[in-house]
């Protein structure tokens, strides 16, 4: 049954074009590879109606809340219901969505006091369809490969783009092609992709590895390429700031914080912020900060050792397999977002990210691996004095704590990070640890346990 759509007297549909981002040339149509015609740098998509004709920003913060009224599906994507500011689709039933975005926003009152920020929120992409943020962009960038007639989609991962991009092709009646590296993501997001139906391929090779193949794949064979060199994928992710925005009633905090891989997410929320003060949403810039694991550093070399000007790639090693990456893709994008919002970029250990999952998980809430470097890093920024007491921050936490049941497993068992006994980390980490415990099945076992734990537990706070 066809839903009736909100669309407002006064609001258009944006007209948009590629251009590249480092010569400018730009075009109404863009290669297979998503590459300059001219200088083979990366585009970006971008809206020439709005110099002429901008939407009035309270028209569109109308516009927005209305929808969150409609039943149309196309309303209940908390992506599309921003479609003002994303590429128009030819007719609003050709989305392919599963209701994406509408991701909460959390207080995490804990992990507030042991970092001395008493306004500390989490937006929690992890809470998406397929349990990362990735479907936010997928939505959009699948919506457009149908669109362009394509069969197969394709992309490399470290996991969470390829359970992503399968469950967009299965719904939007595509094939997909994963690219994974063999050995070096989780089983749970293997078993998303086989499940939504993806021919998946374990390379013998890094993530770096499998996107360099990916982009040689599509310049021979009619796939469309799903990873985060796709522009469409980037227009859709930037409306996890147009969301918190409007969750926070428009008032910026002072600091978002987002982890860094490959660097697409970090590159779209800029992008999003950017645009936002340029349309009136909001008068006022937040810093946004990028942190990454330091076996996985490309980002915070490139930046402190070249001044952002080049590249320098790394040979990741990480337990946060999510971030496992040497040659980020989109690493111009994301120093111009730093530059152009003030923000920060740290890098963090493992045993810190280690720890700051478990200080996630011990809210109530949980988080990925990857995702937990924010809260290390916020740590790391608030004790440099980068991040002051009295101001407002922001957590993305960008996959689901599901995602990863080995480290989570390894972490509290033990087996992850064991350090020796009385050394500072094993010591930093061992409160935080939870194990399984065995016992027979009776109840003066069980009473025991429960009295050790009521004793011994550090963690716990009745305040
Ligand atoms: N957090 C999670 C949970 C991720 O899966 C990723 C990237 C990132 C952070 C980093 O985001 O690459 O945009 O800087 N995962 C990709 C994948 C690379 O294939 O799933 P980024």
Partial sequence: MPHPTTSEPGLRQSTYRFRCITCGDSGDTSGQDFRCGKCRDLLEIVYPSWTSAAPSAADLKSAWHK??????????????????????????????????????????????????????????????????????????AASFARQAGFGWVACASTGNTSASMAAYAARGGMRSLVLVPEGKISWSKLS??????????????????????????????????????????????????????????????????????????????GKALLEMRELGLMSR??????????????????????????????????????????????????????????????????????????????????????????????????????????????????GNLLKDPDFTMGFHRGDLLPGKAGDRNSETLRPLRRAPIVLDATLDAVLRILDQAEKFDPTHSHG
Wanted: net charge neutral.
């Fill in 285 to 398: 810039l937040p810093k946004l900060s990028i942190i990454q694991a330091e076996g996985a550093n490309a980002l915070v070399r490139t930046v402190r050792e070249t001044g952002g000007k080049r590249l320098i790639s790394v040979q990741a090693e990480t337990h946060a397999t999510a971030i496992r990456i040497g040659n980020p893709a989109s690493w111009k994008k994301a120093v111009h977002v730093l530059e152009a919002t003030g923000g920060a970029c740290e890098q963090v250990s493992e045993i810190e990210i280690a720890q700051a999952k478990a200080e996630i998980g011990a809210e109530g809430i949980g988080c990925e691996p990857a995702s937990a470097v924010t809260l290390a890093g916020l740590r790391k920024l608030a004790a440099q004095g980068f991040v002051q007491p009295k101001e407002a921050v922001v957590l993305v936490l960008t």
């Fill in 67 to 140: 929808r969150r009224l409609s039943a149309a599906p196309i309303d209940l994507s908390g992506v599309w219901r921003f479609r003002e500011i994303l590429p128009p689709l030819p007719a609003d039933d050709q989305a392919i969505t599963l209701r994406e975005g509408n991701t909460p926003v959390y207080e995490l009152p804990r992990c507030a006091r042991s970092t001395g920020i008493p306004n500390l929120l989490a937006k929690h992409q992890g809470m998406n369809p397929t349990g990362s943020f990735k479907d936010t962009g997928m939505t959009v």
């Fill in 192 to 269: 998303q992709a086989l499940d939504y139906g993806a021919v998946t391929c374990q390379l013998r090779t890094d993530f770096d590895g499998c996107l360099r193949l990916l982009q040689e794949l599509v310049r021979r064979a009619p796939v469309y390429q799903l990873n985060s060199i796709n522009p469409f994928r980037l227009e859709g992710q930037k409306t996890l700031a147009l969301e918190l925005l409007e969750q926070l009633d428009w008032q910026p905090p002072d600091h978002i914080i987002v982890p860094g891989g490959n660097l697409g997410n970090s590159s779209a929320i």
